[in-house]
């Protein structure tokens, strides 16, 4: 068996090769609170304000859990009452920070409700009404609490170690890991066969915590159970629990000096306030355990340990012989990913940009054939010994369905069709804002700079994602964030073009909303932003598209020679007679009770509601 030494060296290697990759899982088992959350613990209470010592010594400031216990304790009347005190506490704290506002938004609104227990105040009142009963809703309103948080747990929080472990097991071998692994246990449906065994280990764990010495013993022996589940989901739950105590038989102090070895980066961890555990150690301790299970199975395997057979993933090891992949994806055409390239300004256009200057026969076959290569460029990286086999995975994969044929998103787009989808868009936008006013202030808001049925700015940005952003489609993960900062960008350029062209005048206003920067921009629009992105891209403008093309092209060309021609006009006549007026640039200042300047100079208090509506992504 190698050393800790060799180990953690084969470890640090392996980190070094995939650090984003690692960083991310762990990351993600703090957050959930699988694994390593401590060292999220003093970040969150320095993003919060807190000193050290406030959290370390017992918590003095009123909660969520502190509004339950009152209600289920005094009465539903007193828990509304302390979960109105603690956020008028909470939006008064939020204040003394501009871009921390907490007075205006969904997202605020969110954050307020679950800070301050408010939603959990709802639900109560709720089950009092419906039952007539106090007691009983309490009683109620208990088992439900209990019952999401063990479906919480037991669905995402506890398997997520087992995700975990296949992800980092895969990266010691591969250079590549799709993020579709995350879904393993999807595609070979034993979520619910792999939380149930995680559910019997927990019980097993529970039950040993009564004899003190025990637990600490047991917790060593069943500490390979994540891992033979994350090799082999199939295996059952006792069989899992007793084949991890016959591997960890004479390995328990040893797993315990191991874990010991790290004290010094969790020494160094507390003192930088958990960044280095986010960053490096916490990785790099998952990276080695990972090594530390790859040798005592080995060594199972070897001594032919009963139970051991089940650990039979070959190539999670090891690369594939040749002739075993080739079997195995026999029926990959690596010619589809050999599509010739357009020349001159029309092959630039479409390669860089995802756009073609008319439809012909040629672009229909491109498209179906870039939907095929997303498949097959996969299959020959697993062909190629770069990422694991699926398909010689010992339990068989249940590949996901594809997208229909008709919502291929790496069509490219025509200019006829991108005029058509930029006015779609700003009618959408224009129709969102207005509803938006109906439903909060009661009246109808014609939103926006321009006199017409269009918010320019949604259009906008769905033309630059679908444009610009064209060779992200591959990779969700860079559309979303691209889309978030390319739009952000605009919206907040534009906003503040618009207040240097109209002596300070705003169209929207974000203060007041959670995470704002200088009220142009804030983070529940560029969380909106992102997902319509990945909307447009991957549903909407496909769909869209396929109802243009119908159109014939002279009847298309008319009719965006008409809008362009009005849209146009309107942008002339409205720079020198913008649309303004009341909830359209009389905005306030995002209090409950908005603040403005009467004609004579004094401040007085706007209590219209018309006057204070939220003006989530109001744009030109």
């Known amino acids: 068996m190698r050393t800790r030494k060799e180990m953690k060296r084969q470890a640090r290697q392996t980190l070094k090769q995939h650090y984003l990759l690692f960083v991310v899982v762990c990351l993600l088992a703090a957050f959930l609170g699988t694994e390593f959350a401590g060292s999220l613990s003093a970040v969150k209470s320095m993003a919060a304000g807190e000193s050290l010592e406030d959290t370390t010594g017992a918590a003095n400031h009123q909660g969520l859990m502190d509004v339950i216990e009152t209600m289920l304790v005094q009465g539903e009347e007193q828990g509304r009452e302390l979960s109105e005190q603690i956020r008028e506490e909470e939006i008064l704290q939020a204040e003394g920070e501009p871009a921390l506002g907490r007075t205006r938004g969904v997202l605020a609104n969110l954050v307020n409700d679950y800070t301050s227990g408010s939603f959990a105040v709802s639900i109560l009142s709720a089950l009092t009404e419906a039952t007539g009963s106090q007691m009983i809703s309490r009683a109620v309103f208990v088992l439900l609490s209990l019952a999401f948080l063990f479906l919480v747990w037991f669905f995402i929080q506890d398997v997520y170690q087992v995700i975990a472990r296949r992800i980092l097991l895969e990266a010691r071998v591969y250079q590549q890991v799709p993020v579709q692994r995350f879904l393993f246990l999807i595609r070979v449906r034993k979520w619910a066969k792999t939380a149930w065994s995680l559910l019997v280990l927990q019980m097993l764990k529970f039950l040993w915590m009564f004899t003190v010495i025990g637990y600490i013993i047991k917790r060593y022996s069943y500490y390979m159970v994540p891992y033979i589940l994350a090799e082999n989901p199939d295996i059952g739950a006792l069989e899992a629990v007793t084949l991890s105590r016959r591997m960890m038989n004479g390995h328990k102090w040893q797993c315990f000096v191991f874990e010991l070895s790290y004290i010094g980066w969790d020494l160094l961890g507390i003192f930088t306030l958990g960044i280095t555990g986010i960053f490096y150690s916490n990785p790099y301790q998952a990276a080695a355990f990972c090594e530390y299970y790859a040798e005592i199975r080995r060594e199972a395997k070897e001594k032919g ?47 860089f940009f995802g756009v073609t200057l008319y439809s012909r026969r040629e672009e229909r076959e491109y498209e179906e054939r870039a939907m095929e290569s997303i498949r097959v460029s996969a299959a020959v990286a697993a062909l190629e010994g770069r990422s694991y086999p699926g398909r010689l995975f010992p339990i068989p994969e249940h590949e996901r369905r594809t997208w229909a044929e008709n919502l291929n998103y790496m069509r490219r787009y025509s200019p006829t069709s991108l005029i058509l989808l930029y006015f779609i868009f700003c009618f959408i936008g224009w129709i969102f804002e207005v509803s938006q006013g109906l439903v909060m202030s009661g009246e109808f808001i014609k939103r926006g700079v321009l006199h017409g ?46 207040e240097l062209t109209h002596d300070g005048m705003k169209w929207w206003d974000y203060s007041g909303y959670f995470l704002n920067i200088q009220g142009r921009v804030c983070a529940e629009g560029l969380l ?93």
Not at 462 to 490: D, Q
Not at 584 to 597: F, K, N
């Open 528 to 620: 909106a932003f992102g997902i319509m992105g990945l909307v447009i891209v991957y549903v909407v403008a496909p769909l869209l598209d396929n109802f243009l093309k119908k159109i014939p092209l002279k009847a298309a060309i008319v009719i965006c020679g008409v809008l362009l021609a009005v849209f146009c006009a309107d942008q002339l006549y409205s720079v020198k007679h913008p649309n303004t007026g009341r909830g359209i640039t009389d905005i306030g200042d995002g209090s409950a009770l908005v603040e403005r300047r009467t004609d004579d100079g004094r401040t007085g208090k706007a209590e219209d509601p018309a006057e204070i509506v939220c003006h989530a992504g109001s744009e030109i």
């Open 453 to 498: 049925p269009w918010l320019p700015i949604y259009g906008t940005g769905g033309l630059l994602i679908l444009t610009v952003l064209y060779r992200l489609r591959k990779s969700p993960i860079w559309e979303f964030l691209a889309a978030v900062v390319l739009c952000g960008s605009v919206e907040y350029l534009t906003g503040l073009s618009l």
């Open 305 to 351: 340990i009963p139970g051991a057979e089940a650990l039979n993933d070959t190539y999670l090891y090891e690369k594939a012989r040749n002739r075993d992949l080739t079997a195995a994806y026999d029926d990959v055409d690596r010619r589809v990913l050999e599509m010739p390239p357009l020349k001159g300004v029309r092959g630039f256009l479409a390669s």
